[in-house]
Structure formats: C-alpha cells, structure tokens
C-alpha cells in the first residue's frame, strides 16, 4: 500500500519526508485555505520536495473551467496530479487529461457507481472518502470493497486512493480491503508507528542496557 500524506502544510511534508515513507500528497481547497500560502507557488514546492505524485485540485466546477486550471497546474511540475470532483463535468474533464497523459485524481467519490463511472474514464486514482461516509451512519469502508470487487472484475487500472482517513484503524481495514493508497492527515501517519507495548519495551531495554555499562561503538 502507498501512503499519501493528505496536507499542504509544507513543513509537515518536509518532516514526512524525511522518514522514507511517504509516497506522495494530497491536497484540496480546504486543506490550501488552511495553510494560507499561494497555491501554485506552494504545490511547486511540494512537488520539488517529494517525487511522487502531488494531487492539486482545480477550483471551478464547469469543463472549460477544469481544463483550464488542470492545464495551468499541470505546467507547474512532472508530478502533478489533476484533482478534479466526480461530477459528469469533472469525468469529462477527467477523460481530456487521460487523452493527454496528464494523471488524475477523482476526488468527492461517495459511491461504487461513481468509482465505474471514474475508471471508464481512464482516472489515474479514484477518491473513496471513508470518514465522511462515517460520520453520515454509513459504511465507508464497505464502499473500498466494493469498488475493490468491481475494478478486479473488469481489470481497471485506475487505483483506490482510500480518502477522509480520519483513524490509524481505518488504515488497517483499508488495506486488508485492498486499497492501493491511503491519503492519510500527518497525526495518523505518525500514530501507526505507536504501540503502547513498543514503548514500555524500549524503556526496559534502554534501562537494562545501562545498567551493563557497556558501549557498542
Ligand atoms: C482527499 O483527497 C481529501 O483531501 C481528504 O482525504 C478529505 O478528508 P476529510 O474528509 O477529513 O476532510
């Protein structure tokens, strides 16, 4: 499974980064008000500082709109990522990119027929958001094994990135379902390495180890 880092905070990234594991990022309007930065200048950077695939969401919601900016953020590196929303506008806009060779990202996918509706057009990824099917009393995670089912059924090659993580559980069952992705905010990256027996265990160890006054080096 590949980790997306689902931020614009350049030095989370930056932090990220640094621990080998992560595989690219995702960002959306929200997540860019949030960091208060200039987009294009702020996905340049990203995309200078990690290799994978960094997710940019157009802003407008008509075809012409989407093309435009998708083709504006596509200038900006290699790796950029066309996010575009599942609506009969972004699919089209989704297959112009796909036409073109420019990668996609389907995002705002709350439904199995929606995630066909993003591999027929050729998406480089679709966005299944987990937590906020959750928080309506839905079954997020009952959707990426449905979408899991119907793409191996018709050999699809667009990937599931699991989106709207909000657990390090959610993680787990995302990928026991078959995700190939999960875009993940940085406190659940971080909280997967966390085991309450890892730490007592390391304490003991380094308590034990002193106490043989010993140095390995
Ligand atoms: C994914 O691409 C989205 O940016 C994100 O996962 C949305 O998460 P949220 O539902 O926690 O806002």
Redesign the pocket.
């Given at each position: 499974m590949k980790f997306?880092v689902?931020t614009a905070d350049f030095n989370e990234i930056r932090d990220l980064a640094d621990t080998g594991l992560l595989d690219g990022v995702?960002?959306?309007p929200?997540?860019v008000a949030k960091a208060g930065r200039d987009f294009k200048e702020l996905i340049g950077e990203i995309c200078a500082l990690v290799p994978g695939p960094v997710?940019a969401?157009v802003a407008s919601t008509d075809f012409d709109g989407m093309v435009a900016e998708g083709e504006r953020l596509a200038q900006i590196a290699d790796n950029v990522v066309i996010?575009l929303p599942l609506t009969l506008a972004g699919l089209k806009a989704c297959k112009h990119f796909t036409d073109k060779g420019i990668k996609t990202?389907v995002?705002?996918c709350f439904s199995a027929n929606q995630a066909l509706l993003a591999a027929k057009v050729g998406a480089t990824y679709v966005?299944p958001?987990?937590?906020?099917l959750d928080?309506i009393n839905l079954d997020g995670m009952e959707l990426i094994e449905n979408i899991r089912a119907i793409y191996d059924n018709y050999a699809f090659s667009t990937e599931i990135?699991a989106?709207?993580?909000?657990t390090p559980n959610h993680v787990t069952q995302a990928a026991l379902a078959g995700a190939d992705v999960a875009?993940?905010?940085p406190a659940v990256i971080r909280k997967l390495a966390e085991h309450p027996l890892t730490t007592s265990g390391l304490e003991n160890f380094v308590k034990d180890w002193k106490s043989t006054g010993q140095s390995i080096l």
């Open positions: 997306f689902d995702t960002t959306n929200s997540l997710s969401e996010k990202n995002t705002l966005s958001f987990i937590g906020r928080d990135l989106a709207s993580i909000r875009t993940m905010p």
